[in-house]
């Protein structure tokens, strides 16, 4: 169907509410530790710290659009306003090549154009350098609320389609030439956006290059923790069979003091700093999942800058310098893990109550959802599904919570049913074709050690759809801002990144020449 283009915004917007500090909520933890491990990244960047000399970087310009709510319906005149930032700082004029970053589930910040892929790439290419939030993310929400008749305009379909209406607007306002090619850029579900975007817009967008990105739409996403397990005795990460053991053992000790219920469930509360109490078999599960987030978390940005733990730094804890192992000292290393990621996310404690889980995202108040976890919450039910469980023996973890029980915060709510969720799945893949989407000049990037590049394209599908799978690499990492700590593996991708755009840009003047 199509859409309507975007206006310019030409008036300023600031953010109208306050967003006032929530306790983490054990469902969401892994969101937080990525937010977490996101902002220090950027912080850390050279937005910070900058000279003041002639030859100081320029600071990003923060602008808006308006774009209409509903970009399939041309007869409804409803816009808000969707924030954009610009670098262009390097670029050589008209001709030269755009890179547009795209926004996924959560603000998109200045750094999105002053460090990463990007900023990285673009003094070498001449290229000017946008930044695009999600709808619904960050300070581009829709007035109006965040109900079911507001959340039925957020999809990624949605999203591409304000990255169509962006490039148009765009090009109109700084004077882009109908030549000049944009390579768009995205990380995790932005990467998989990045992606479709060249699918689905192949006129517009000339290549693109989509890091981490979970293609494939799943609703039981036991492979993920399939990853962990292996990266838990990965020595190359300073993983080991005896951290592997010990975080089994660790497990196990946390469950049977669930179950012995009493003292044994304060103690527990009080040591892992629970907010409420653990007597409700769905606040158990609740708690475990925190549990096994912790864990997941720390695989998937091992070795990040921001990052509360590495691999190397949980094993540590778990298997207690290698000595006088036990259930209760494994116990005692998830413990002390669980404080240091606490006290990084200045929590003082966790919330483990499915009904104040509920409660939160049921509130359809930005100023209460603006992080994103009611929104998020409504993509996972109506797009992709990602539930990640612990099925199977290889799985260190506890086998709760399950799938149902992860499925049934889409009914309580929002309303939809188990089997609508299975179909939205179904019918994500159809459209975009999976880990098959068949799309040319898409450069795909993984690290084999992030539990999400099983769900990516980690091999390459033909001469114009290549793939790089980093050895040891965690979730985004090649993303990340460099450091003289990176691994030569990570360099070298870096490097053929590099390499595999000027090729595609080589193209570009070649047939321009012709």
Known sequence: MPFTPTRLYTGEKTESWVVEEKLVLSAFLLRRLTEHTQQLQERSGPLLGLNQGPDAPVLPKEGWLEQQLDPFNASDGRFFLQRYWVNDQYWTGPDGPVFLHLGGEGTLGPGSVMRGHPAALAPAMGALVVGLEHRFYGLSVPAGGLDMGQLRFLSSRHALADMASAHLALSRLFNVSSSSPWICFGGSYAGSLAAWARLKFPHLIFASVASSAPLRAVLDFSEYNQVVSRSLMNAALGGSPECWTAATEAFSEVERRLRAGGAAQAALRAELGTCGPLSRAEDQAELLEALQALVGGAVQYDGQAGAPLSVRQLCGLLVAGGGGRSRSASYGGLRRAAQIVLHSLKQKCLS??????????????????????????????????????????????????????????????????????????????????????????????????????????????????SALLIPNASHCLDMAPERASDAPSLRLARQKIFQQLQTWLLQVKENQVK
């Open 352 to 465: 483990t109550s499915r009904a104040e889980t509920v409660a939160q995202l049921r509130d359809t108040d930005p100023q209460v959802s603006s992080i994103g976890d009611r929104q998020w919450l409504y993509q996972t039910c109506t797009e992709f599904g990602f539930y990640i469980t612990c099925a199977g023996p290889a799985c260190p973890f506890s086998q709760l919570p399950t799938l149902p029980s992860q499925l049934s915060l889409c009914e309580q709510v929002f309303g939809l049913s188990i089997s609508s969720v299975s179909q939205a799945v179904e019918q994500t893949n159809c459209y975009y074709g999976g880990q098959s989407p068949r799309a040319t000049h898409v450069l795909f990037v993984n690290g084999d050690s992030d539990p999400w590049h099983v769900l990516s394209v980690t091999q390459s599908l033909g001469s114009l759809e």
